[in-house]
Structures are given as C-alpha cells and as structure tokens.
C-alpha cells in the first residue's frame, strides 16, 4: 500500500537532502552561492563563508544588524 503523503514527504526529504549535499559540495570547493554581501555588496570572505554557510551578510553588516535588532 502506498501513502501519498509520504511519498511526498520523501520527494520534499530527497530534494532538501540533494540540496544541502551540493551546498556542501560547492562550500567545500569555495564555490558558494553567496559571495558579496546583500546589504553592502563586499565581497564576503571564503573564511566567513565557511565559518557560516549560506550567510548572506559581511562581518560589519552582520553586526550591525545584531546591534539594530538585538
Ligand atoms: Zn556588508
């Protein structure tokens, strides 16, 4: 017997699943989807990137924000 829901849900799971791991393929490679800052446009560095995968916010950026909202 099959359960559609969870024939969804494992469709949903595969995919997440098939995202993280190329994610971490590109990270691992230094290829990241985010390379410059959303808010000011730097260049975010490798090491930042690593440190914290898929930011989208350079170090002066981030902090601020933290400053702003806590
Ligand atoms: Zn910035």
Redesign the pocket.
């Known amino acids: 017997m099959v359960d559609h829901a969870d024939k969804a849900q494992d469709l949903i799971q595969s995919t997440l699943t098939k995202a993280i791991a190329a994610n971490k393929a590109a990270l691992a490679q230094g290829i990241t989807r985010h390379e410059e ?6 260049p ?1 560095s490798v090491a930042r990137q690593k440190a914290i995968p898929g930011t989208t ?6 902090e ?1 924000q933290e400053r702003e909202y806590g």
Do not use: E, H, T
């Open positions: 800052c959303f808010d000011c446009g730097d975010i916010l350079c170090a002066y950026c981030k601020a």
